[in-house]
Structure formats: structure tokens, C-alpha cells
């Protein structure tokens, strides 16, 4: 599985909506029911799902899910 199928199952999951197709340039303006506390749980959804922390300046550099997968990838190949 990609990192891309993997995070898509995450969004799914967080949002419970399995009709999420996760783009590059999507950002929360884009998915329904992305606030401020869902972010936090798909943070940590991720970081289980890829079994890493990010650090807070990964954090603060994510602009949209391209960035949250270049970071993926990453870390992922460390």
C-alpha cells in the first residue's frame, strides 16, 4: 500500500466518510468537518498509522496533504 492509500484510509476513518479521495493540493477548506479537533485526531491518526512523531516545525510547514505526504515519505524512509 502507498502512502497515499494509507492516508487516504486515515482521512476516511477520521471523518468517517468513505467517499474521500485525498488530493495534493486539498486543504481543510476542502473536507467537510475539518476543524481545529479533527485535525488533532488526524495528526495522531497518522503518526499511529505510520508509527512516527512529527516534531512541531513539521507541523507548522504542513500547507495542505501534498506537504503531509512529502513529510510522510520522509520520515518514513529515514
Known amino acids: ?3 497515499r492509500d494509507t ?3 486515515i482521512f476516511r476513518m477520521v471523518f468517517d466518510d468513505d ?3 485525498i488530493e495534493p493540493g486539498m486543504t ?3 473536507v467537510d ?3 481545529s479537533l ?3 485526531n488526524l495528526i ?3 503518526e499511529a498509522g505510520f ?3 512529527f516534531t512541531q516545525k513539521e507541523l507548522m510547514a504542513l500547507k495542505n496533504v501534498g506537504d503531509l505526504m512529502k513529510t510522510i515519505d520522509a520520515r518514513v524512509s529515514q
Open 1 to 3: 500500500m502507498t502512502t
Open 7 to 9: 492516508l487516504n484510509e
Open 19 to 21: 467517499t474521500i479521495q
Open 28 to 30: 481543510a477548506n476542502d
Open 33 to 35: 468537518g475539518w476543524d
Open 38 to 40: 479533527s485535525h488533532i
Open 44 to 46: 495522531t491518526s497518522v
Open 51 to 53: 508509527m512516527f512523531r
